[in-house]
């Protein structure tokens, strides 16, 4: 694989990476919303998915989503009988999102997006050298 192509593939993680955090950004936003409606369904985790997508040009396996889905945990249960959404018990449903979870995945997404700056970063440092070299 040249150098370039190395470029086209770390580009893709980052893509892919960018997506994720875009995911886990919105079940963090939603993380305590509760349903919009009384005996609605609050606001669902969403997980993201990824597949190998062959460039047939470059010869190259590239990194692309494949798909967000929804995630069909239970959802949370919390007691607040002062919640207009509560149930005749006085129990809120709550999104079924761990904050912790989705830190943790955010943390591992940043360390995957910034792996692939480097490898681009490094790749660009070679072209640069080499192209010094022939002058």
Not at 6 to 15: L, Y
Not at 20 to 30: F, G, M, P, T
Not at 79 to 88: R, S
């Amino acid at each position: 694989m040249d150098l370039v192509n190395a470029i086209d593939v770390s580009s893709s993680g980052m893509k892919a990476q960018t997506a994720r955090i875009k995911v886990i950004s919105e079940n963090l936003a939603n993380s305590e919303s509760g349903a919009p409606v009384k005996g609605g369904d609050p606001y669902r985790r969403k997980t993201i998915g990824f597949k190998t997508v062959l460039d047939r040009v470059n010869g190259t396996q590239k990194v692309a989503v494949s798909g967000v889905s929804v995630d069909r945990s239970p959802f949370r249960i919390k007691f607040d009988p002062a919640n207009p959404v509560a149930d005749e018990k006085g129990y809120v449903e709550l999104p079924n999102v761990n904050a912790v979870i989705e830190m943790s995945d955010m943390r591992e997404a940043q360390r995957s997006y910034e792996a692939n700056l480097t490898v681009i970063e490094s790749s660009r440092g070679m072209i640069r050298s080499t192209l010094e070299l022939l002058k």
